[in-house]
């Protein structure tokens, strides 16, 4: 976590507004991965802040994996806007939290579009859009292969992907108000949650007796570790690592 996400800032002031902004934008992704079929299974959510982050949401696949399916790429890019879509839905406003989601979801249409052949209307083709180099030390030139009406076609089919995208993982949302409420609060609480307990909040369950029973066991085996419970936010994250149930360390952060 610490490779990919940088040192906690447990320190770091947020005022109670933002605070609740960050909870409702994580629990938005946090429940749209639970929900979604295809998508990684959630891992851990925290709204303690991390590297340029506020907040992340963790998952975690159940097996190596070496490659993605279009129906796990279409889960992601849902996934990567229900933080935004929670802002919107519940806060009446928007933020720039949402700008690393936006990139990734952007990134990832693209590559559907223009090198993995998953749009009809592009067909089966790969452009070499995007490539850059350097003229000069100074200059970065975008070198494109194909005409300004084919551009225009893989603008639109990428944003036809993010917009259906969107529109399905605001209507999960809305379908799931309260759970987005309860884990909102839960994690203004806790600050952090495993998937388990998502789900658990999702199903109706009161998760505040075993969390409570759980801390006084750790500080009780080792106060040393409590400290830091909270800081981990997918606790297998890089370098060949595997997560504390035995999943692989590969895996997708918003």
Known sequence: DKIRFGRSRKSMLMSDKEKRVTAYHEAGHSIITVKEEHADPLHKVTIIPRGMALGVTMALPEQDRHGMGKKEMLARLRVCFGGRIAEDL????????????IEQATELARLMVTKWGMSEKVGPVSYAEGEEHMFLGREVTRTVNHSE????LIDDEVKVLLTDAYAEAERMLRDNMEGLHAVSEALLVHETLSGEEVNAILRGEDISASREAEDKARAATSPTDDATQNDEAGD????????????PAEGFAY
Request: hydrophobic share 25%; charged share 40%; glycine share 10%.
């Open 149 to 152: 009406a084919t551009a225009k």
């Open 236 to 247: 297998a994250a890089e370098e060949g690592k595997r997560s504390d149930d035995g999943r």
């Open 90 to 101: 519940v806060c009446e406003d928007i933020t720039s939290g949402a700008q690393n989601d």
